[in-house]
Structures are given as structure tokens and as C-alpha cells.
């Protein structure tokens, strides 16, 4: 069964550009999923479809009224046919990551619930499975993170990148950040790839990768490498990069 994704936000407009480009776009005409984004304003019963309110106790700036948000989840979730995972965005969220991504792209329908202004009633957070932040700043409105996601979970599909072993490859699906890529040429202004991925030794080519990947966490991430599945020895290769990289240094 392909996945359904739905937007639910005031700019509906905004997403169809981008899902329907290259990836997104293939995995649509292949069937792996659908996307519908639902306009928050047509819940509303008013001439000027007002979907946000002032904050009670003052403050700066509009609020999105409970409302149209507790009507478009009753319309949307009571009349499919598929049961649907709810997710609204706020910095206030759980932290996004491939990990989250994996879940989702295991569910049948997947509603994304985009806020704007100053947030959203705390109340319809109710309707939530699960409120998701995509980093310690803050957007200017949940639709930028909704298509993180859903970009995030469509090439998780299989078959949506066309060869299924790429996204199984990639940074976070070991734990790991990814290994170090080239392309040709094999020497650019003076720097050479390394010899090893140009020897054709299969096996080699395997062991460099996992080095580099693991080297790579080491210095870039390593609050990655506490959940990282490595060997004693290769622990042992990362003590000596953290200590080398937090070493003195010009001297
Ligand atoms: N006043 C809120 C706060 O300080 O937590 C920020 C509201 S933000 C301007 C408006 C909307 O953008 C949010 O309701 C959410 O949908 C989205 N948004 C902003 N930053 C986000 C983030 N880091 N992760 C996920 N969604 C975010």
C-alpha cells in the first residue's frame, strides 16, 4: 500500500512545486505515495476565513485559533479510509531525525499539521501523535519542516530512489555519519583522491569507507558515536582521533 501524505496550513500553495520535482515527483507518478494539501481556511465559517486570534494575557502577535485546526482533524481523520498519524511542528517538538523519518515512512497516512504566526493554541496539541521540532531555531511557519519530512520519509520508500541500496548507505542508517566521496577528476589543483578507491580491491575500497566514516563522526559528530556499533579496536581508533584533535596545537 503506497503512503499517503497530507499537509494541513494556511499556504497550501507552497508544497506541490517541490513534490512534485524529480524524487518526490517519480515516487509519486510511480504510485509509492500520494500527497494532498488540505487549505486550513476552508474549516473556517467567517467572510474573511480567519484562522489566527490574539494571545489571552497580551503579547506580541496572533495565535492560531483551536477551531478550525479540532474541525479539520475531525473532517480529515473521521472520514478516511486509513487511520492517520498526526504530526504538528513546533521548536517546542521532539528533535527530528532519521530515526523519526524511518518510523514514519512505516506509516499508511501521515497528516502534517503546519503552524504560522506566533504558534498555535496549546490546546490542539491533543490532536497530536507527536509534535516535532527540526532544530533549535525558529521558522517562520511549519511548512518548510513539513516538506523535511515529507522529503525526509518519501526516499526512505522502498524503490523511491530507484536503487534501494542508496538510502541504506547514506549518513545515520549505521549509526555513522557517510565516508568521504569522490568523483573524477582524480587529482584537482594539486589534490588526489585517495590511491585505494582507484585500486578496483573491492575489499580495500570497504575497509577505507568504514574508516573514513568512522573518522569523519569522530571529528564532526562525536555525540554520534555513543549509539555507534564499532569493534574494540575501532573505539580505540576514535580515542586516538578526539585526543589528536583536542591536542595542542602549531606546536
Ligand atoms: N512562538 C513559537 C515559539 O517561540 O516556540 C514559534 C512559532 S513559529 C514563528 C510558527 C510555526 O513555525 C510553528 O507553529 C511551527 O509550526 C513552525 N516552526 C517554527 N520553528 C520550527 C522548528 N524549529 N521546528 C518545527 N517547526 C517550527
Not at 5 to 12: A, D, K, Q
Not at 87 to 103: K, L, T
Not at 139 to 167: H, N
Request: charge should be negative.
Amino acid at each position: 500500500m503506497s503512503l499517503a501524505i497530507e499537509t494541513l496550513s494556511v499556504f497550501p500553495g507552497l508544497f506541490e512545486p517541490y513534490m512534485s520535482t524529480s524524487i518526490m515527483g517519480r515516487a509519486r507518478d510511480r504510485g509509492l505515495v500520494s500527497f494532498s494539501a488540505h487549505d486550513l481556511r476552508d474549516w473556517t465559517h467567517d467572510r474573511h476565513r480567519t484562522v489566527d486570534d490574539a494571545p489571552f494575557g497580551g503579547g506580541q502577535g496572533m495565535l492560531m485559533k483551536p477551531g478550525p485546526v479540532f474541525e479539520a482533524l475531525d473532517d480529515l481523520t473521521c472520514g478516511g479510509e486509513r487511520p492517520a498519524h498526526v504530526v504538528f511542528f513546533s521548536p517546542c517538538g521532539h528533535p527530528y531525525d532519521e530515526a523519526a523519518a524511518a518510523r514514519l515512512s512505516r506509516e499508511s497516512r501521515i497528516i502534517l499539521v503546519c503552524g504560522r504566526y506566533e504558534g498555535m493554541d496549546e490546546r490542539v496539541y491533543s490532536l497530536a501523535d507527536e509534535v516535532v521540532s527540526l532544530g533549535d531555531y525558529v521558522l517562520t511557519g511549519g511548512e518548510l519542516a513539513a516538506l523535511v519530512v515529507a522529503d525526509s520519509v518519501v526516499r526512505l520508500i522502498p524503490g523511491a530512489l530507484g536503487d534501494d541500496m542508496s538510502a541504506a548507505d547514506e549518513s545515520f542508517s549505521d549509526g555513522l555519519l557517510e565516508y568521504a566521496q569522490y568523483t573524477r577528476p582524480s587529482v584537482y589543483d594539486g589534490m588526489r583522491v585517495p590511491d585505494v578507491l582507484l585500486s578496483g580491491d573491492h575489499a580495500a575500497v570497504a575497509a577505507w569507507r568504514r574508516a573514513s566514516a568512522i573518522e569523519r563522526t569522530a571529528l564532526w559528530r562525536p555525540d554520534l558515536l555513543g549509539q555507534a556499533d564499532l569493534s574494540a579496536e575501532e573505539r580505540e581508533r576514535v580515542r586516538a582521533l578526539v585526543e589528536d584533535s583536542n591536542g595542542p596545537r602549531g606546536e
